[in-house]
């Protein structure tokens, strides 16, 4: 096949001294990210950005693909041994681990974790190598029309169907989108809301956005509560092997299995992350084990109840990498960062990044298998030592976080405009995380913004302001009404989850009244 020949040249430009030591640096620093809890893969390409600018845009994204694995990878280390999930994508994984880790078996939990984010994530990239070409043929079929619905899906899902509250997700797309419109019209050269001031001409760089919104946003929010919330001890012990046996491996195998299949369409569609499919599958083990009467699952930790959610989780990342190449739609707020990333360079992903950016695309692809050999073999015997991590003292760790930001972000252009944004971004970050209103709505509609705009002007230009071009294909169609669908299922749950806490609020109040 093609595409293997293809993917063949990319691992000899990846099994170069150069890339492979940007691979081993790249999976270090997310792991070590992953590890530490309020900071994930999408903070850490968001403050690497500024940095990578100096490297060929190859090695810059080799880098960033092994970021991106190895924030997961990480994730589940402080989830198992504190119970303090690095990143929401890992919640699933703590409920297990955890139970684990304080039966004694924080090593064998440590293990499995690592070898189902490595299945997960390898059985992805194949179908996203293997399959790809199909996939460019779909994305070929795209237009202006069909690329203005695909961003008014990304918009919706993210900020109405996965947001916990529709109108604290709509007001952050509603954020977002003021952010994209600060600049000049790209269809008619005016300024718009610069303030007649030619810093802003090219808009606000999404690296100011990014970078103010998770990192500082981050470190305001944790210095707000460093003094509320009681300090983490150590972690649990990891003493042990974290080799399961082949008695455990015949038992975790089809739980690995049955993870990635939840976790590879959830990465395609916009959903926000890995959460979702990682709960589906710890959920779906739960089920499995109440039926064939396990004694361990919610008491002292089922293998099962790790391996699934793990795999799920790297399944999403791996397949969200293809669905950013293929069709340019970031399903997660680092799949984001990511594009960001490529608009950095220059760069568009979709159908024609394949045949004019193929020396970047298929090493990126290579890379990411390398990535997850290299990963897996740093954490699997080594998770003990970044469970070290934890203890670096809170006020050390996040000053150190802001240096970079704004060194990094000042790098840039040295602008002092740029640290200024930084900073009053940075405060409206810690105000939506102080009352719960999503982020990544925000980033998405920054990033997309400005292409759902051009595409819709160029719709109604090639209609002579004629609407009904924007529904006039199948494939247009066909996602306004996934998205509906998905809308009214939304309404439907949030509807419940709120009449349920109204009973329970009314059952809680009436013995009190008694």
């Not at 280390?77 to 004694?104: D, Q, W």
């Not at 599958?281 to 396990?294: F, M, N, P, S, V």
């Amino acid at each position: 096949m093609e595409q293997l020949s293809l993917l063949g040249e990319g691992l000899a430009g990846v099994l170069t001294p150069m890339n492979l030591t940007l691979l081993l640096i790249g999976a270090l620093l997310g792991t070590a990210v992953g590890v530490l809890p309020g900071l994930g893969s999408a903070m850490a390409v968001a403050l690497l950005l500024p940095v990578t600018f100096t490297l060929d845009p190859t090695g810059a994204f080799i880098m960033f693909a092994s970021i991106y694995f190895g924030g997961l990878f990480g994730d589940s280390t402080s989830g198992i041994l504190l119970n303090t999930p690095g990143n929401s994508s890992a919640i699933a994984t703590t409920f297990e681990g955890h139970r684990m880790a304080k039966s004694g078996r924080a090593a064998k939990a440590l293990g499995i974790s690592a070898i189902g984010a490595f299945t997960g994530g390898m059985i992805a990239c194949a179908c996203v190598v293997m399959f790809s070409p199909y996939l460019i043929v779909l994305a070929r079929a795209f237009s202006s029309p069909e690329y203005f619905a695909l961003a008014v899906f990304a918009f919706v899902a993210i900020s109405a169907v996965v947001a916990e509250s529709v109108v604290r997700g709509l007001a952050a797309l509603g954020l977002g989108l003021a952010l994209a419109l600060v600049g000049t019209d790209s269809m008619t050269g005016t300024q718009r809301f610069t303030l007649d001031n030619p810093s802003l001409f090219e808009g606000i760089s999404i690296i100011v956005i990014t970078v103010g919104l998770l990192a500082l946003g981050e470190v305001l929010h944790q210095a707000s509560r460093i003094h509320r919330e009681a300090h983490i001890g150590g972690p649990v012990t990891t003493e042990g092997s974290p080799f399961p046996t082949r008695k455990e491996m015949r038992r975790i195998v089809p739980a690995f299995l049955r993870g990635t299949a939840f976790g590879l369409p959830f990465g395609t569609i916009p959903v926000g992350g890995s959460e979702v499919p990682t709960f589906l599958a710890y959920g779906t083990e739960k089920a499995l084990a109440a039926r064939r009467h396990d004694p361990d699952f919610g008491t002292r930790g089922a293998l099962q109840g790790v391996a699934a959610p793990e795999a799920a989780g790297n399944a999403t990342a791996g397949s969200a990498m293809g669905a950013l190449l293929v069709l340019g739609l970031p399903t997660s707020a680092t799949a984001a960062m990511m594009l960001a990333a490529f608009q950095q360079y220059g760069m568009q992903p979709g159908p024609l990044l394949f045949e004019t950016s193929a020396a970047l695309v298929w090493p990126l692809l290579a890379s990411l298998f390398v990535g997850l050999i290299i990963l897996l073999i740093i954490n699997l015997p080594f998770a003990a030592v970044w469970a070290k991590l934890l203890l670096i003292p809170r006020h050390y760790l996040y000053a150190g976080v802001t240096v970079i930001a704004m060194l990094g972000t000042y790098a840039i252009s040295s602008s002092t405009l740029d640290l200024w944004m930084v900073i009053a971004i940075g405060i409206v970050g810690f105000l939506m995380r102080r009352y719960s209103i999503p982020l990544a709505p925000v980033l998405i509609a920054a990033i997309l913004g400005p292409l759902a705009e051009l595409e819709l002007r160029r719709s109604l230009a090639q209609s002579e302001g004629d609407v009904s071009i924007l529904f006039s294909s199948t494939i247009t169609l066909t996602l306004y009404a996934l998205l509906a669908a998905a809308v009214a299922a939304s309404i439907i749950q949030h509807t419940r989850h709120r009449r349920r806490r109204r009973v329970e609020a009314a059952e809680r109040v009436e013995p009190a009244a008694r």
